[in-house]
């Protein structure tokens, strides 16, 4: 069966133009998802809505596909090859020949008529803080998701400058409690002050809390976690302050990330002393002595 399914692959990349895929590579941490799903720990519609999102949002490249047919069921094969994209078994142009697939039998949509952006029914909230999660998870600035989580970023609440990370699983209900969780670690006792965070980051693994101001000055203290770990253990944790540990002039007030695929470039802001500066902090995420 497996044959069959990757002859399938094959013999719809021989017929789709070799010529996109040189030119539109997909991100690699987008295979998270793809190995999410394979290994069932994301339902389709999820997986789908998604992608369709990467594709409106021009983050990955299908070439125009009109829909030929209408189905309701992901075929088994598109699944083979996501889980065999995770595994470097295949290459991109497999993976998007794939996904045009699910364009081709309307599984996935390119475009929309309709925009409900001004429908109510539309939106929705939660206010996870009344509900009794986590201890003050109040005012944040920023979010960052690592394709199955969100993150959002710790800044200020109603004491003063916090640093408790609050998580969301997107694969459940919005308004389910156990969809939340909340985690400080600096209340089990990890790095130094490292309170008030502007924005974060992801590299595939982990999730960096870009540093910005705790409650005595501008700070450098970068806070990350390891997307494979326990959230709630502060084993998952880690800081490093470049600045404390000699690197560059003072490297503190930061206001928001960008990754490339290998470093990780924090924005400057404000040092110190309050006033603006244009010391570029940055991360070799492959960096080996």
Known sequence: MIKIAFFIVILISMIIPQTFAEQYLVPGWIKNNAGWWADGLIDDSSFVSGIQWLIANEIIYVPPTVSEKSETSVPIWVKNTAGWWYEDEISDLEFLNAIQYLVKIGIISTGSSNDYFTNSNAWSTFDFGTYGIGNNPEGYRGA???????????YQNGIGRHGEVLRY????????????SAFDPGGSGLGSNFNGYQGGIFDGRYV?????????????????YDTTANFQSAESW????????????????YAGA?????????????????DYHGEVLRYDTKFQE
């Open 144 to 154: 960052v998701s690592d394709g199955k989580y969100l993150y959002f970023v710790p």
């Open 208 to 224: 960096y809390f870009v540093p910005l101001m705790n409650n005595i000055a501008f700070h450098g203290e970068v806070l990350r």
């Open 238 to 253: 880690s800081t490093f302050d470049a600045g404390a540990n000699g690197v560059g002039n003072d490297p503190v007030g």
């Open 258 to 274: 960008i990754f490339d695929g290998r470093y990780v470039y924090f924005t400057p802001w404000k040092d110190s002393t309050g």
């Open 169 to 180: 699983d997107t694969t459940s209900n919005f308004e389910s409690l156990n969809a939340w």
